[in-house]
Structures are given as structure tokens and as C-alpha cells.
């Protein structure tokens, strides 16, 4: 084979990994998207502790009970469990536990625009921890992501409203705690585990200080009273948002650098508000389309390279 078919071939397979990579940035989306209504309609019958015990519970036995399934080793070595979980501490149990009780303090929008700050906050603290360089070409996506997401939750998501600061220092908690997460996973570097394995381990680990606040703190949950539409947005968030899309963005973390994997995520909130127009019958309004085609762009921006010469040394 000639050096010219080598240099084709490596490039076909370069081509195919970033096609999966985007896959993998556009299914979260829809998947964490398509949770923050799901997530409204639940807390209206389950409060949070309740609700995050549930799900971490059901993601743990899933996940598990999968990887048995398909005869992926369950053990973890010694020197990964740490990671395991200190990482799930802020990426599941923070993030998660945070924008539940945010919810209940503020307006869904507003919630959402401040957790997902979280790109600002991981880009920082990837180049403090991790060294990595941020560019000017992340900076441009970065700030066209935010603009798209000033677009479409307009000024309004920027006040405090009638709950004050209590839900805005929530979700900021939430963004910081999710944002180091992300970076602690991308410093542990590879992972000897299977990602399935490793999230299942950290929904059971999160689960139990979720289970000992239930019990203490909230009432017996009482399923017969619970409104269809409860049943529906719990369904889809325990399959899509807590089991699949969990696992997809660890494993997305681990494949593209901490601009590319956190700045994807501005993708979710669009999301979140087109769904919520079909679910909740929100108004359909021009900003929802422009902000849309920003947030598309600040992912195609980090996520697409600019190409090179096909000869030289790259």
C-alpha cells in the first residue's frame, strides 16, 4: 500500500471518530434536553430527595445488572475507586441534587441558563488543573453558545425574581460542581473500567446519602396519587437521562477535550425549551429559532477543526 492510501485511510477513521463523537454530543442533548420539563412535571408530586433516590437507585441496577448481563467485569481496581468517587460526588450527586432543589426556588429557564455556566467554569479550571490551552477559537464558540442562550431565555432569566438569591446560588453550585467533575474524570486520564460499570458504581454510591435523606426528612412517597403525567416524565428520566445519557457523557468526556465535551452541553438547554413548547405548550417565538443556530454553532465551531495542508507535517 502506497503512502498516499495510508494518509486516506487515516483520515477515513478520523472522519468516522469525530461523525461518532457528534453523535454522541447530539444525543445528550436530547436526552438532558428533554429532562429539564420532565423534571418540572416530577417534582410536582415527588420532592427531591425522593425523586434523586429513585433515580440513582434505578440507574445503579440498570447499569449493573447490564454490564453483568453482557459479562463486563464489575470490579474496580483499587486505585480508581477514589476517582470514582470523587467524580460521581460532583458530576451525579452535586449537579443532580442541586438542580432539583433549584427548580423548586426559580423559574425552569432561569435554572437553566446559570447551571449551564458550566463551559465557562470547566474551561477554567482545565487550564488550572489540566493545563490545557484555551484558544481563541474555543473563546468564540464559548461566547456564541452563551449569546444563544441569552437569546432564548431572554433578560429575565438574569433576575433573581421573587425567590431572590437562593435558587441562582443553587444552580451556580450546581454548574461549579458539575464543571469540576467533568475535568477531575478527564484528569484521571484512561479508565482500566468499562464507563457502564464505573457509572453504575457511582449512581449506587450517591444513592445512599440520597436514601438516608428521604427517610429522615421527606414523607413516604405514596405512588396511587401520582398524576399520569408524573409517571411519564419519571419513565423518561430514569431511562434516558439518569441511565443512558449519564453513561454517553462519561464516555464523551473521555473522547473529546474539556472545550469540546463542555461546550457541547449548550446544546441541552435549546433543547430543554423546544420540548418544553410541545409539552408544556410554551409559545413558539423567533428567539428559540436564533438561538438555536447560535448554539449549533458555538458546537460546530469547537467540535469541527479548521482544515489544514495536505502535505507537511500537521
Not at 448481563?69 to 460532583?90: C, M, N, Q
Not at 423548586?104 to 446559570?114: E, N
Not at 479550571?125 to 484558544?135: A, M, S, Y
Not at 481563541?136 to 438569591?165: H, I
Request: with cysteine; glycine share 10%.
Amino acid at each position: 500500500m502506497n503512502f498516499s492510501g495510508v494518509q486516506r485511510q487515516f483520515a477515513q477513521r478520523r472522519d468516522s471518530g469525530q461523525l461518532s463523537a457528534i453523535a454522541l454530543v447530539m444525543t445528550i442533548g436530547l436526552f438532558w434536553g428533554g429532562n429539564w420539563p420532565a423534571v418540572r412535571f416530577i417534582l410536582a408530586d415527588i420532592p427531591p430527595f425522593t425523586l434523586r433516590s429513585i433515580g440513582f437507585t434505578t440507574g445503579a441496577v440498570l447499569l449493573l445488572s447490564w454490564a453483568y448481563w453482557r459479562r463486563i467485569p464489575l470490579r474496580v481496581s483499587s486505585k480508581e475507586w477514589p476517582w470514582l468517587a470523587v467524580t460521581g460526588l460532583f458530576t451525579i450527586l452535586g449537579f443532580n441534587l442541586a438542580t432539583a432543589f433549584g427548580q423548586l426556588h426559580m423559574p425552569t429557564s432561569q435554572a437553566a441558563i446559570i447551571a449551564f455556566s458550566m463551559p465557562c467554569w470547566a474551561l477554567l479550571l482545565g487550564w488550572w488543573l489540566l493545563g490545557q490551552r484555551i484558544t481563541r477559537r474555543q473563546w468564540l464558540g464559548l461566547a456564541c453558545g452563551q449569546t444563544g442562550l441569552l437569546v432564548l431565555l431572554g433578560p429575565s432569566a438574569l433576575q433573581g425574581g421573587s425567590q431572590g438569591l437562593v435558587g441562582p446560588l443553587i444552580m451556580l453550585g450546581a454548574a461549579l460542581s458539575w464543571a469540576l467533575g467533568t475535568v477531575l474524570i478527564k484528569r484521571r486520564g484512561v479508565w482500566k473500567s468499562h464507563a457502564v460499570v464505573i457509572t453504575g458504581w457511582q449512581f449506587l454510591l450517591c444513592a445512599i446519602p440520597m436514601i438516608i435523606m428521604m427517610v429522615a426528612l421527606e414523607p413516604m412517597p405514596k405512588p396511587a396519587t401520582w398524576q399520569t403525567s408524573t409517571w411519564l416524565a419519571l419513565g423518561y428520566h430514569l431511562l434516558f437521562s439518569i441511565t443512558l445519557a449519564q453513561m454517553l457523557w462519561f464516555m464523551n468526556v473521555n473522547r473529546l477535550t474539556i472545550a469540546q465535551a463542555t461546550i457541547s452541553t449548550l446544546i441541552i438547554p435549546t433543547v430543554g425549551v423546544s420540548s418544553a413548547i410541545v409539552l408544556l405548550g410554551e409559545p413558539l417565538s423567533p428567539k428559540v429559532f436564533i438561538a438555536l443556530l447560535l448554539t449549533l454553532a458555538a458546537v460546530a465551531i469547537v467540535m469541527f477543526k479548521r482544515a489544514g495542508p495536505t502535505t507537511g507535517t500537521p
